[in-house]
Nanobody, 123 residues
């Protein structure tokens, strides 16, 4: 069982930036891809960004947020970060990290999930 521990998130004013971190307890083939999702109340989780831990630094972003997101993977291949810029109140949501065998935007494809961190953007 891969455990994902998240930190970061919080409250920020519109136009500001936030960074999330997510640390995986170990590497397994079933957690090769690490990704970020967010969830608005009453909606499905939306995939934002992902990367393969052993691929060497290619990051995949949802088109609607390209230019506002920067994902990174540390040298241990166990920690990912997501920097979000130019935040608006519409970005207010619960943000999750996830891990699974391959990178998709479909939440059901991921086996492991972090606890989620709330992001609140005020106008």
């Amino acid at each position: 069982q891969v455990l994902l521990a998240e930190s970061g998130g919080g409250s920020v004013q519109a136009g500001g930036s936030l960074t999330h971190s997510c640390a995986a307890s170990e590497y397994t083939r079933s957690s090769e891809c690490m990704a970020w999702f967010r969830q608005f109340p009453g909606q499905e989780r939306e995939g934002l960004a992902s990367t393969y831990r052993t691929e060497g630094g290619t990051f995949y972003y949802i088109d609607s947020m390209k230019g506002r997101l920067t994902m990174s993977l540390d040298n241990t291949k166990n920690v990912i970060r997501l920097q979000m810029n130019s935040l608006t109140p519409e970005d207010t949501a619960l943000y999750f990290c996830a891990a699974g065998p391959w990178c998709t935007l479909v939440a059901a494809e991921y086996n492991f999930w972090g606890q989620g961190t709330q992001v609140t953007v005020s106008a």
